[in-house]
């Protein structure tokens, strides 16, 4: 890719990123842009049970995204000429879907980049060249562990070894390969791992293009560790940060294409509606800005927590709202956009500048 062209996706990209600033500093309730971050779950069906996630029965009727459905998605994204970043990931573990590279390569045809959130358990030498060769662009590996037994407390099953070895042989092919994917290794932190979180740190910086982590979730009360994760008297939950800013640029799609506002909401409280309009035809934009994603919008920016509350959001007591580390609230959105839009587009932009070489 020759840098004019580079510049030219990066320009089109911060224009409309600058454009939803505005309409979140605004409080429009109508948003311009489809967001540049959109969840697709491949599956709920996962085969580990960490502690931080949320019992089977609260994930609902188990299934797979239809290759069908996915191929109505990416090819309304490329018909409309909408480029988000689709992260692969819900309430399961997308490589218990069997054709997720059949699904990354679907999405890279269409010019759209896909990631894969994985707890790197089924990621085998042939699934990852498999990935590779499909276009994957990054892949965020969750260990939560530098120990087997602490490994094992947190994912519910001894394959602390097996992972990390996963990782080990995706680092080795994706480097033979020209490194065309962003690699990353990730913790959600709890009182099961935190001691291990600075070992977590140097083990992996300098072998991945990033380590991070951040505190557990709730899941809006369904975390199997919720009351843990219930905010503290020292968390301040009438703070002002404006709301949330999550209605302005992001959804997730669940596996049947359902439309859900917030992906910390594994039962899906809220559903916007289905993908589909009544004429069966697919249309994200008119979903994007339906009648409840206004009055969300309006919540949030008037910080009416008994609507959110009456539609079974907790959004007051949020800790993705109320971290700046998350972005999740309108005013660390707002104060942090430069920082955030590095983090969201850097990838892309090292993914783009290689492949100009």
Not at 274 to 297: E, F, H, P, Q, V
Request: glycine share 6%; proline share 4%; with cysteine.
């Amino acid at each position: 890719m020759n840098n004019d062209r580079l510049e030219r996706m990066l320009e089109k990209h911060l224009g409309e990123e600058l454009v939803r600033l505005e309409e979140i500093k605004s409080g429009s309730e109508v948003v311009t842009s489809l967001p540049n971050h959109i969840y697709v779950e491949p599956t709920n069906i996962c085969n580990l049970r960490c502690a931080t996630c949320t019992p089977v029965a609260v994930k609902g009727k188990p299934g797979k995204l239809s290759l069908e459905v996915w191929r109505d998605i990416v090819e309304y994204l490329a018909e409309i000429q909408a480029k988000p970043t689709i992260t692969l990931i819900g309430r399961g573990e997308p490589l218990a879907h069997p054709r997720l590279p059949e699904i990354v390569r679907m999405a890279a045809e269409k010019g759209l980049s896909c990631y894969v959130i994985t707890n790197g358990t089924l990621l085998t030498t042939e699934k990852a060249q498999q990935l590779i060769d499909a276009g994957l662009k990054r892949i965020q590996v969750s260990l939560h562990a530098t120990t087997p037994q602490t490994y094992e407390k947190m994912a519910g099953k001894p394959l602390f070894h097996k992972v990390v070895g996963n990782i080990q042989n995706f680092l080795a092919l994706n480097d033979d390969a020209g490194h065309p994917c962003h690699v990353s290794v990730f913790s959600v932190i709890s009182s099961i791992n935190s001691h291990e979180m600075e070992e977590f740190r140097k083990t992996w910086e300098g072998k991945v293009d990033r380590v991070h982590s951040h505190g557990a979730f709730s899941l809006l009360g369904d975390s199997m560790m919720a009351n843990e994760l219930t905010p503290k008297e020292s968390c301040p939950m009438t703070e002002n940060v404006g709301g949330c800013s999550v209605p302005w640029r992001f959804f997730t799609i669940r596996w049947d294409g359902a439309i859900v506002p917030c992906a910390l909401d594994h039962a899906s409280r809220i559903v916007i509606e289905n993908i589909y309009n009544t004429n069966g035809k697919i249309d994200l934009k008119g979903a994007w800005n339906s009648d409840i994603y206004r009055k969300l919008r309006k919540a949030e920016l008037e910080e009416d927590y008994e609507y959110l509350h009456e539609k079974g959001y907790d959004c007051r007591n949020c800790e993705a709202r109320l971290s700046a580390k998350s972005f999740n609230s309108r005013k660390y959105y707002l104060d942090g956009f430069a920082r955030y839009f590095a983090l969201q587009f850097s990838p892309m932009v090292c993914e783009l500048t290689a492949n100009s070489r």
